[in-house]
């Protein structure tokens, strides 16, 4: 049985593309091994079908992190037997290239997004060129890779001349019929993700002041306990609720609740202009139509399948009119387009350009 090690710096609560590459590896015949951090908030993992384990970290963010997670990650690839390395993102690939090159392994990268070109990163310009550097070194020499969308494998393209698959972050089809019933008639709005800068959230926030419905916001992020400052500050404790972050076996099921899925991406960075997220196609697979940023990825989406709207502006009135037209419109306007969509948009579809990876 061939072995493979998956590494994430994350700490595996909320991650469902790894998850489900893991499951999917396992469901193959694989044996998997899934590394990732420990962190402050971190809560306790439920059963899995695969082996993981998690570095308890001493610094916790900013590059020391990031230095000692990959040095952690050397000397434990260094110990295990493993035939496969699957690399998350470029802040794991260090470890992973020189551990594959010492070993002679098999190297597989998972580019989850334009990490170089992340928000977090605008401003920070010596920062950023180590990252620049890094992924100009290890991408150059990398002869297996995917990543979540064709306008990321096209910049890629571009940039470095490498071809990479798209393997997009599509969730395992869920039947939704008879699961669950909605718990009242009050309207709700779901927002999952990371609670981070240029992630929309504040527009959110501040478009609830003309909805009447509860905003649900589901994950975790540097923002944070400034968005619950916020929210406090314009007394909407009653209408916008933090549920921080849930383990994605139970966020379906809240999911399922909502009538309308939130995802107001800001047009600040290429990792944003080319995402294409995961909990976009968890709404669809919710079937709970979506209101979403005018960028490519997701315009492409609206264009091709009737499951919700582009935000007109980023005026907070236009905005909060948007979502209280689509809250009015009946269900079964979008539900037709939804279930089609969802069919389309599965992991199941994506499964199977993944595994020709590893055979």
Excluded at 26 to 32: I, K, P, Q, W
Excluded at 33 to 60: C, E, W
Excluded at 241 to 263: E, H, R, W, Y
Excluded at 329 to 335: D, R
């Amino acid at each position: 049985m061939k072995k493979v090690i998956i590494s994430v710096t994350n700490d595996l609560t909320t991650d469902q593309r790894v998850h489900k590459v893991a499951n999917s590896l396992v469901s193959a015949g694989f044996s998997v091994i899934l590394v990732g951090a420990v962190t402050v908030l971190s809560s306790q993992l439920d059963q899995r079908k695969y082996q993981f384990h998690r570095f308890d970290m001493f610094f916790k963010k900013n590059f020391l992190f990031y230095l000692e997670y990959n040095v952690r990650l050397f000397f434990f690839l260094l110990q295990k037997k493993s035939d496969i390395l699957l690399s998350n993102d470029l802040d794991t690939l260090c470890a992973n290239y020189f551990i594959s090159r010492l070993k002679k392994l098999k190297l597989v990268y998972d580019s989850h997004e334009l990490f170089t070109e992340l928000p977090e990163l605008l401003g920070r310009n010596f920062v950023k060129n180590i990252w620049l550097c890094m992924e100009h070194f290890f991408l150059n020499r990398i002869e297996f890779s995917y990543t979540v969308s064709k306008s990321i494998a096209d910049y890629y393209k571009a940039k470095y001349g490498i071809n990479m698959l798209v393997i997009s972050n599509f969730p395992n089809l869920i039947n939704t019929k008879n699961i669950i019933s909605k718990s009242s008639d009050k309207k709700k709005i779901i927002y999952q993700g990371a609670v981070n800068k240029d992630r929309g959230i504040e527009l959110m926030i501040n478009s609830m002041q003309y909805v009447d419905a509860t905003l649900y916001i589901v994950g975790g992020g540097d923002m944070f306990q400034d968005m619950n400052d916020y929210v406090n500050k314009l007394k909407l404790n009653n209408k916008v609720v933090f549920l921080g972050k849930i383990p994605f076996n139970d966020l379906f099921k809240i999911t399922m609740q909502a009538d309308l899925g939130l995802s107001f991406e800001c047009d600040t960075c290429l990792a944003y202009r080319y995402s294409l997220p995961n909990k976009i196609f968890d709404y669809i697979n919710a079937e709970i139509p979506i209101l979403v940023s005018d960028l490519p990825e997701f315009r492409n989406i609206i264009q091709s399948n009737a499951v919700g709207m582009l935000l007109k502006s980023r005026n907070v009135e236009d905005v909060s009119s948007q979502i209280n037209y689509m809250l009015s419109q009946p269900k079964l306007n979008w539900h037709d387009a939804l279930v089609n969509a969802k069919k389309q948009y599965c992991w199941e579809n994506q499964e199977k350009k993944l595994l020709t990876f590893f055979t």
